[in-house]
Nanobody
Framework: QVQLRESGPGLVKPSQTLSLTCTVS??????????WAWIRQPPGKGLEWIGY???????YYNPSLKSRTSISRDTSKNQFTLQLKSMTPEDTGVYYC???????????WGQGTQVTVSS
């Protein structure tokens, strides 16, 4: 029942900060034991986990991206956001938001949004 939708700019210039929002419906981002994540896929490559924010607001990031990444949430809007600093062309790809829970087992994906880094 959980549905996710990404929104944000499709084009970002090098050195700028990417800001994406995931809007959640059919469930609350404060639901116990849920993790709300961002995942991306560069062209011709596999999926790469970026990080997550938990139901309590705890965050954890991919160590390779940690220094540039911030995930936050707005519980009043039932949204969580990704900020990725110092964008380069290697950050180009499709960005997905994702929801996951251990108990009860659950998983939901957004449709993905294309982000291109170009000057």
């Amino acid at each position: 029942q959980v549905q996710l939708r990404e929104s944000g700019p499709g084009l970002v210039k090098p050195s700028q900060t990417l800001s994406l929002t995931c809007t959640v419906s059919g469930g609350s981002i404060t639901t116990n034991s849920y993790y709300w994540a961002w995942i991306r896929q560069p062209p011709g490559k596999g999926l790469e986990w970026i990080g997550y924010i938990s139901d309590t607001g705890s965050t954890y990031y991919n160590p390779s991206l940690k220094s540039r990444t911030s995930i936050s949430r707005d519980t009043s809007k039932n949204q969580f956001t990704l900020q990725l600093k110092s964008m380069t062309p290697e950050d180009t790809g499709v960005y997905y938001c994702h929801a996951w829970s251990k108990s009860p087992p659950s998983r939901s994906w957004g449709q993905g949004t294309q982000v291109t880094v170009s000057s």
